[in-house]
Structures are given as structure tokens and as C-alpha cells.
């Protein structure tokens, strides 16, 4: 069973900024499509951002020139750095590692943009 461990949510000010991070419980980076969503309240949860084993990366329209992904296979991590948070991006942020048929989540970290 593959564990994804999500850290680094809390509540910050608009205009602020969070980095999330991703630790996986073994060596799955390397050839798994990671990624980010998020889930607020009474919406359905939707990508926020993904990268390949490649780096190539693809991000939501809502995010784009605010938020980056990166992810470190050495250390079996993926990271979102989130800046100029909007109230919009409140949500509960998971990670995500998908392979084929393979699909695991993680249990999410909230993120909270009010003033």
C-alpha cells in the first residue's frame, strides 16, 4: 500500500503564500504522474496542477503564473509553492500519484485564504 502524506496548509492572508508538500511512502515519483487537487465546499474536487516523471507540468487555468509544481524523486516528494492566494483558493488540498491503473490520494491539508 502506497501512502501519500500531504503537509503545509494553514490559514494565511490574501496576497499571501504556502508551500505544500507531498512525502511518499516509497520510491513511486519516478514513474508516476503527481499531482495536486483540491476540494472546496460543495464543489465537486478538481486539478489544480500535475508534473510527469518528465517534469513536464500542466496547471488549471485559475492557477496558472500564481502556483508551480516540482517534485524531487530522490526524496519521493512533490512540492506546490502557492502565491498571490485568492479567498478562491480556500480548499482542502490533496496529493495525488497516478501509474496505469494505479490511483492513491492522499488525506489532504486545508488551506484557508481570509483576512
Known amino acids: 500500500q502506497v501512502q501519500l502524506v500531504e503537509s503545509g496548509g494553514g490559514l494565511v492572508q490574501p496576497g499571501g503564500s504556502l508551500r505544500l508538500s507531498c512525502a511518499a511512502s516509497?520510491?513511486?515519483?519516478?514513474?508516476?504522474?503527481m499531482g495536486w487537487y483540491r476540494q472546496a465546499p460543495g464543489k465537486q474536487r478538481e486539478l489544480v496542477a500535475d508534473?510527469?516523471?518528465?517534469?513536464?507540468?500542466n496547471y488549471a487555468d485559475s492557477v496558472k503564473g500564481r502556483f508551480t509544481i516540482s517534485r524531487d524523486n530522490a526524496k519521493n516528494m512533490v512540492y506546490l509553492q502557492m502565491n498571490s492566494l485568492k479567498p478562491e483558493d480556500t480548499a482542502v488540498y490533496y496529493c495525488?500519484?497516478?501509474?496505469?491503473?494505479?490511483?492513491?490520494w492522499g488525506q489532504g491539508t486545508q488551506v484557508t485564504v481570509s483576512s
Open positions: 495525488n500519484a497516478r501509474h496505469l491503473i494505479l490511483n492513491y
Open positions: 516509497r520510491s513511486i515519483t519516478s514513474n508516476y504522474v
Open positions: 508534473i510527469t516523471s518528465g517534469a513536464g507540468t
